[in-house]
């Protein structure tokens, strides 16, 4: 636990320099012990004034703590007027035999009942009749000696006798801290004037020279920064696109969150009656009503080229490359087809397409549309390439502690020629490797636009079980040859939630406490820097 | 992903061995499906009623995985406990086949009818719930909610041939419905399930047709009225021995799809299954059904070998597709390729990709070869929309601000009533089917979800300073898409004081970190040529007034007003619940770039 923040705790004045005075006592003698020289004074404040001292080195202590045998009221009595028994005997021998009955008048009637009985055991007194009368002429009450003694050494050695009376209620037991006190190496008989800083003054006149510095507490924390901060899950995807850049990848544009169907679904070979079209999981928007079909957007263009603009350079040859300009009108057709009819070696859905389903704008379920969107454009130039994004998706869902309509969305597709489904298993190998999971299963399932598919599973050591970690798979011939591109260009595609990884990594259980308007400032501020292949 | 339960000990008999849930589970793990539950260890009253359940989850375009006896077969297949059955046809004992005639008006309703007839079948308990079952899976997946296609099944022996599937008003359709005593109407049947939590969901399907499609037999008996429901006269029961299925629907696939599901699925329960003579004149819908013959694929071995990362002879893979249902074999044509013939089951092979899925899974998708083939070097490059963002979220928060990231969708009174700012329509993004009031709109301002994270932060000290960099949205019509989104830049802060100059302190910062001159008003409107920014005292109903300025921009020869800062009016602190004054600033990112 970190100490509290502040300085060194002090005696306040006003309560008497205690400090000084122990400067003054082990003047005169060492070591001291605190319970007899300085009986009187609180535990605490002996303490407070120690430590103080011994920052300073001007004292050393050690501290000892033992338990006090301390005497009750009624057992300080005894030792004051002698015991009941010896009481009852002394009233008995001045009055030369007592009536029973009286002996109460005489010693009182706590004495008289506890210490009748004790002087007949003591054989000291005897009854005649109803009157008492003496049978020793003279007693030791060794009572009154034994309670005597333990005032004076508060401790008792005969642990059966100490729990009688301690059940007799004539003792109680203490616990008492005490500290054995000696000079340190710079014992004072003052202490000397302190600086709590260096200032610039004491540079300049050069008083620093001499200057008593305060002693500074190492034990609590330092002056609280008024830091500004990152938000978590911003440096969780400043740690995702650093992998995506040290392995080349280019970032996509995916500066648009409304699309059409058609490059959210349709070119992605999604049946416009698939589930993920409904109402109940698409957001669909009412104003503006309709999207125009797919054509060219001179904007993104020029942001692609910019960024594309390097690898152009670096892999330029000699030799012109061809050039296919993009045929939008013949896409749209291609996809029209190959959902409805079958084209492409694909016997395609077959089912009466409908190009009003296709110009509903929505607001995109995933990046992917955007993926499809750059891998059209590859096909002008089919080559190797790498491109990825991390941005807003939306899903019309019920909100719960791990949903929300909005989430991120880490996507990749890298494409080549040759491709095989065990180097996109090998591929993730690394890319998950590199935020500390290694050990990935994978196991088949169904995408729309994936064709194999496989679902990510890593070993969380912190859970002890598989979990999803995310989803893979070869993008589908329906979606990648109506675009142009060539039949044996195959292209891997694979994707996680920003949030999700964040969550496990983090022990978030709750995705509002990550994303959105509820999250708590305190925990934006206080997030440590995200190295995910550290932990 | 569909769910399905199935009695745990009944699949394991038919598996021929137990399995632990560990052991059942990596053998789903392997074919791709998922062991959602196993009951066994369930204390829950509902498992605690029934044997021990093993539940499910199936791809959703596996439809022949819905029910006990689509689970049981594929597994049985893939462990290479028996081959996948051929379903064939018979004719019946006299040769007359059973007739439908559609009539043509059905086409303004729900054009489509097929069918099939199951003869000497044994129904158990088990089996005749499962058969209810998987309509109703059919119905929930593939047929959309029965909108596309809908199942009636009937006791053949209760009714007579032939059929007719017409289009009738709704007063002149009058029959028993399902489990009812009352005859009623079309009209008077839809006022009688309106309320009905089952089936009143599937009354909008047809409700407002002027006609409603009704399947009759030769005495005019109602066999269904679809996609709502049967008629009670034909009702199948547990000592049901000839079924007749009749399925409508508006898409010619589909209808096939379920009319093989139902016959691969419970055609082995049955001593024969007979066509169903379909008369559709007028739209050359005219034909025997089902045709029960797998769909013949050619599919390329080197294809296969080179996606998959395998090199095997064609032999060996033909006997792997065996485990997944096909039956293959070296084409005759030729060597580089596979004779594949699908089945009827298999309605989610479209092309030889999926076979290759296939191969893979057969070989076991874990025990490919792990080796990435790809050696092409890349260069990589940043958005720069992204990387200008980022060089602003650094400045602020090195300026002492912390970063928020609020939602995207708001709703249309935090956007404009609550900042004072009217909506004059074509500007905000609206959503068509929000599921709540929160999401309305695209917001158009960074400001609703700043003020929104303030008021959930109340309870922290102040001066409480934060930002956000990310993108707003706007309809604009020139666009493909209609709409395009702009990256902003906005801060606020909540404190003692207005904090007015602080906001304007991080603008300067801000601006001084792109290379932005501060310049008086009065030189940024004398001289063109000259870059930096100014701002001017502006009368904006979101401020207190006297407190708000507009930021220009000079750059690359251009005039922008990129955005406005200042002291926000008190009845917008009102508004979104914030105890102290708050002072915001909100750019426009897009002309640094």
Request: aromatic residues 8%.
């Amino acid at each position: 636990m970190p100490g509290t923040r502040g300085p060194v705790p002090v005696v306040s004045e006003s309560k008497g320099d205690l400090a000084h005075d122990v400067l003054q006592l082990l003047d005169q003698k060492q070591p001291l012990h605190t319970s007899e020289d300085l009986p009187q004074v609180p535990q605490p404040e002996i303490k407070a004034a120690l430590d103080r001292l011994a920052s300073r080195s001007m004292v050393q202590y050690e501290t000892s703590d033992r338990e006090d045998v301390i005497l009750t009221k009624e057992a300080q009595t005894i030792v004051e007027e002698g015991s009941h028994e010896f009481k009852v005997w002394d009233a008995v021998k001045k009055n030369g035999g007592l009536p029973v009955k009286e002996l109460e008048k005489h010693v009182g009637k706590d004495s008289a009942k506890v210490g009748q009985g004790n002087a007949f055991r003591n054989k000291w007194i005897k009854k005649d009749g109803d009157n008492l009368v003496l049978v020793a002429q003279e007693v030791e009450d060794t009572a009154r000696e034994l309670l005597r003694k333990i005032g004076e050494t508060k401790s008792l050695d005969d642990k059966k006798v100490l729990t009688d009376l301690k059940k007799r209620k004539l003792i109680t037991l203490s616990k008492v801290i005490s500290y054995t006190v000696s000079k340190g190496p710079k014992y004072a008989k003052e202490i000397p004037v302190e600086v709590t800083d260096l200032t610039a003054e004491m540079l300049a006149n050069g008083s620093w020279e001499s200057a008593n510095f305060k002693p500074y507490n190492f034990n609590a924390l330092g002056a609280s920064q008024n830091a500004g901060a990152l938000h978590p899950l911003n440096k969780v995807r400043q740690e995702f696109r650093n992998i995506f850049f040290n392995q080349g990848f280019v970032e996509m544009p995916t500066g648009h969150f409304v699309d059409s169907g058609f490059w959210n679904f349709d070119a992605l070979f999604v049946p416009q009656q698939h589930p993920a079209r409904d109402m109940q999981d698409t957001f669909f928007i009412s104003d503006p009503p309709k999207a125009d079909k797919p054509r060219a957007d001179p904007d993104t263009e020029a942001q692609m080229d910019a960024m594309e603009e390097g690898a152009r350079r670096l892999f330029a040859t000699p030799e012109k490359r061809d050039i296919k300009p993009r045929d939008y009108e013949q896409y749209f057709q291609n996809v029209k087809d190959v959902h409805e009819k079958g084209a492409f070696g694909s016997i395609g859905y077959r089912y009466p397409w409908s190009e009003d389903e296709c110009l509903k704008l929505v607001l995109r379920t995933h990046t992917t549309a955007v993926s499809t969107w750059v891998l059209h454009r590859l096909a002008e130039d089919p080559r190797p390439a790498r491109y990825f994004s991390i941005d807003r998706v939306f899903r019309n869902e019920t909100v719960d502690a791990t949903h929300l309509a909005e989430f991120h969305q880490i996507e990749g597709v890298i494409a080549d020629f040759g491709l095989t489904l065990g180097g996109l298993m090998k591929f993730l190998e690394d890319f998950f490797s590199k935020m500390g999971i290694s050990n990935l299963r994978f196991k088949p399932a169904y995408n729309p636009y994936t064709e194999p598919s496989m679902e990510v599973f890593g070993y969380h050591i912190g859970l002890g079980k598989w979990v999803e970690i995310g989803n893979s798979g070869m993008f589908r011939p329906e979606m990648l040859e109506p675009m142009g591109l060539p039949k044996d260009l195959r292209v891997y595609g694979f994707g996680l939630s920003l949030e999700r990884p964040t969550m496990i990594k983090y022990g978030v259980s709750n995705i509002r406490e990550l994303l959105g308007h509820k999250v708590d400032l305190e925990f934006i501020r206080t997030q440590h820097a995200v190295r995910l292949d550290k932990n | 992903m569909p769910t399905i339960s199935v009695d745990k000990a009944e699949l394991f008999k038919e598996l021929g061995r137990e399995y632990t849930t560990e052991e059942f589970d990596e053998l789903c793990f392997e074919f791709g499906i998922e062991l959602d539950e196993d009951t066994s260890e369930s204390k829950k009253p509902e498992d605690l009623a029934q044997p021990p359940q093993l539940k499910i989850e199936i791809p959703a375009n596996r439809y022949d995985m819905l029910c006990f006896e689509g689970i049981a077969m594929n597994l049985r297949v893939f462990l290479e406990k028996q081959k996948l059955p051929k379903w064939t046809l018979s004719a019946p004992a006299g040769g007359e086949l059973q007739t439908l005639t559609i009539k043509e008006e059905t086409t303004r309703i729900r054009p489509l009818c097929s069918g099939v007839v199951l003869k000497g079948i044994e129904f158990t308990q088990a089996r005749y719930d499962s058969f209810i079952a998987l309509q109703d899976k059919l119905h929930q997946n593939l047929a959309r909610q029965r909108t596309l296609v809908s199942i009636g099944t009937h006791d053949l022996d209760t009714v007579k041939g032939p059929f007719t599937y017409e289009a009738l008003p709704p007063e002149q359709i009058e029959f028993i419905p399902l489990n009812q005593t009352k005859k009623m109407n079309g009209k008077q049947l839809m006022e009688f399930y309106e309320k009905d939590k089952h089936l009143g969901r599937y009354l909008h399907i047809i409700r407002d047709s002027p006609v409603y499609p009704v399947i009759y037999d030769s005495n005019r008996t109602v066999l269904s009225l679809p996609p709502i429901i049967n008629g009670n006269h034909s009702k199948i029961t547990l000592d049901t021995k000839n079924v007749l299925i009749e399925i409508t629907a508006l898409d010619k696939t589909k209808v096939e799809i379920v009319n093989h599901m139902l016959v691969a699925m419970f055609g082995s329960y049955a001593e024969s299954i007979e066509p169903l003579k379909i008369i559709s004149p007028h739209n050359n819908e005219t034909r025997e059904a089902p045709d029960l013959t797998p769909r013949e694929m050619q599919a390329e071995v080197d294809y296969l070998n080179q996606v998959t990362g395998l090199d095997l002879p064609a032999q060996e893979i033909c006997k792997l597709l065996e485990r997944m249902g096909y039956t293959a074999k070296p084409s005759s044509s030729s060597e580089k390729l596979l004779d594949v013939s699908v089945p009827i089951t298999r309605a989610d092979v479209l092309h030889q990709a999926d076979i290759m899925e296939d191969l893979a899974i057969a070989w076991g998708f874990n025990k490919l070869p792990r080796i990435y083939p790809n050696k092409t070097a890349a260069v990589a490059a940043p958005l720069p929309m992204n990387k200008l963002g980022d060089i602003v979220r650094f400045e602020a928060a090195a300026s002492g601000w912390s970063e928020v990231m609020p939602l995207i969708l708001c709703s249309h009174e935090e956007n404009f009533e609550w900042l004072n700012r009217k909506d004059s329509g074509g500007v905000a993004i609206k959503l068509a089917n929000p599921k709540t009031a929160e999401y309305q709109i695209v917001r158009t301002s960074l400001l609703p979800g700043l003020l929104k994270t303030i008021s959930s932060n109340r309870h922290h000290s102040v001066p409480i300073k934060i930002f956000e960099v990310s993108d707003v949205g706007f309809i604009d019509l020139s666009q493909e898409r209609k709409s395009r989104n702009e990256r902003h830049f906005a801060a606020a802060i909540m404190g003692k004081t207005s904090g007015f100059e602080q906001v304007h302190g991080l603008l300067d910062r801000i601006m001084l970190m792109l290379k932005s001159a501060f310049i008086t008003r009065e030189d940024g409107l004398k001289n063109e040529g000259l870059e930096g920014y100014w701002i001017e005292e502006v009368d904006d109903p979101t401020f207190l007034a006297g407190h708000a300025a507009s930021i220009k921009l000079n750059i690359a020869g251009k005039n922008h007003t990129i955005g406005v800062f200042g002291i926000l009016h008190p009845s917008v602190l009102q508004k979104f619940e914030l105890p102290y004054p708050v002072s915001t600033v909100e750019i426009n990112l897009a002309p640094f770039l």
